[in-house]
């Protein structure tokens, strides 16, 4: 399994690390010493295998470092969500049992009053600065030694499912050898398939905290390749990121897919995006209309797959398969697809049922007993709690979480279906959907709209969404009433908070 410090000293002055917006960067010797120094910090704090090591931290040149250093130290390593709320934080570093929290100074005014609130941690560090309760990062660094500790060990990432349906929960698998240079075998796995290697310029315009950016950076850093990290996404800047810095891989969720189709005339094609091989997608199926436009935009790159924070099991699915197969999230590639009736009994090709895995990752979630024995059926199927069904050819397409399930009068009402319709109407820049009280029926179907333009928000814009619907829609389907608000709780890692809007109609 390769390893990043392999490229110290074979490319020691190759960019690793490139930050989009202000040019810093750490090149393969920088990545090495620096993270040897963190490891030589974490012994002197008396950090040892298996401790926790919580981080909140925007998209910065130093967060691989820190993975890295724990990764070679033995440590669990669990970056949190930068919009979460301070009792989320505090839930997450005490349900974590982390030892040690570092953040920047630009989570100042959050950390603040965490100490209190996550008694558990020992060690608090900031990054950019200190206060009274946090010691400088980088003074911490000063004189520590570049070589390598005495007693490396592999580490592992505990990372926290997004929280869209409630508390986030940890998802912990432990590493498979002590050997830093035996990473995890998904990581290989997807290198090696995905073709990963010192050709690569990738670019990365989602929050690093998130699984999926940040394994993507990993494998590129263990492949050798250089990752172009934008602060945030931006539709133009990400655009031009391509242009400027000849992108060749990326990865993406739909939204961002939107917000670059619903540029300006004449905006998309001021760039030059030809040096795109492979645009990797997930996060949240891709209306169809929103992909065959990338298609005819960007070529047959993209590359759609379905997993999850707890690995236990992985679709994928081409441009080429998927323009036969429109709207699915491909075949399985890592352990057994099953949709499954609530009672665990497999459903026929066709129906709607509950996605299961078996045969990938056997995961836990951490200090969580209860909810870990619910994703598992008796003879060792999980589930993440999304629904589905199969075609004929063993391909998966998803309908929306169990959680999101609108039961109308009887009847499943899939939000998705209604969002992604609603997603392409010109006027929408983003939309949710999902069910509130109703006294006859159970619930009803609520649809809350971004506007394009905010002028255009009120009662005409609503009727002429709702008759929209009412074109593409089957009746029980449309929304029953439209909100709308100047910007949807959807996070830089393209999930939907959609329970926080849920909770005002409580």
Known sequence: MPHPKIYARTTPNKPAFVMTESGETITYLQLEEQSNQLAHLFRKLGLQPKDHVAILMENHIRFFVIVWAALRSGLIIT????????????????????????????????????????????????????????????????????????????????????GTTGYPKGVYTPPQSDNIEETSPVLESI??????????????????????????????????????????????????????????????????????????????????????????????????????????????????????????????????????????????????????????????????????????????????????????????????????FMDEEGYLYLTDRKNFTIISGGVNIYPQEIENQLINHPKVADVAVFGIPHEEFGQEVKAVVQPKNWADAGPELAAELLAFCRERLAKIKVPRSIDFDKELPRKDNGKLYKRRLVERYQ
């Not at 560090?125 to 000063?142: R, V, W």
């Not at 050709?199 to 494998?219: E, G, T």
């Not at 891989?249 to 998309?268: D, E, H, N, T």
């Open 79 to 162: 970056p949190m969500s930068t919009h979460l709320l301070e009792e989320e934080v505090a839930y997450i570093i005490t349900n974590c049992e982390a030892k040690l929290f570092i953040t920047t100074k630009k989570f100042e005014q959050l950390a603040t009053g965490l100490k209190a609130k996550a008694p558990n941690v020992k060690h608090h560090l900031m990054i950019d600065g200190q206060t009274a309760d946090f010691a400088s990062f980088e003074a911490a660094l000063e004189g520590l030694p570049i070589h390598p500790i005495s007693d490396e060990i592999q580490g592992a990432t505990m990372l926290y499912s997004s």
């Open 191 to 388: 290198g090696q398939n995905f073709k990963f290697g010192p050709h690569v310029q990738y670019l990365s315009p989602a929050p690093l905290y998130h699984a999926a950016p940040m394994a993507y950076n990993m494998v590129n850093t263990m492949f050798g390749g250089t990752s172009y990290i934008m602060d945030k996404f931006d539709a133009l800047k990400s655009l031009a990121a391509i242009e400027k810095y000849k992108a060749n891989y990326s990865q993406w969720v739909p939204i961002m897919f939107v917000r670059m189709l619903k540029l300006p005339a004449g905006a998309k094609e001021k760039y030059d995006v030809s040096s795109m091989m492979l645009a990797l997608h997930a996060a949240a199926p891709c209306p169809i209309e929103i992909k065959e436009k990338m298609i005819d935009w960007w070529g047959p790159v993209l590359f759609e797959y379905y997993g999850s924070s707890e690995g236990n099991g992985l679709t994928a699915i081409t441009s080429q398969e998927w323009l036969t197969h429109k709207g699915s999230v491909g075949k399985a590639f890592v352990g057994e697809c099953s949709i499954l009736d609530d009672a665990g009994n497999e459903v026929p090709r066709g129906e709607i049922g509950n996605v299961y895995f078996k045969g990938g990752n056997a995961f836990k979630y951490h200090n969580e007993a209860n909810k870990t024995t619910k994703a598992y059926t008796k003879d060792g199927h999980s589930t993440v709690g999304d629904v589905g």
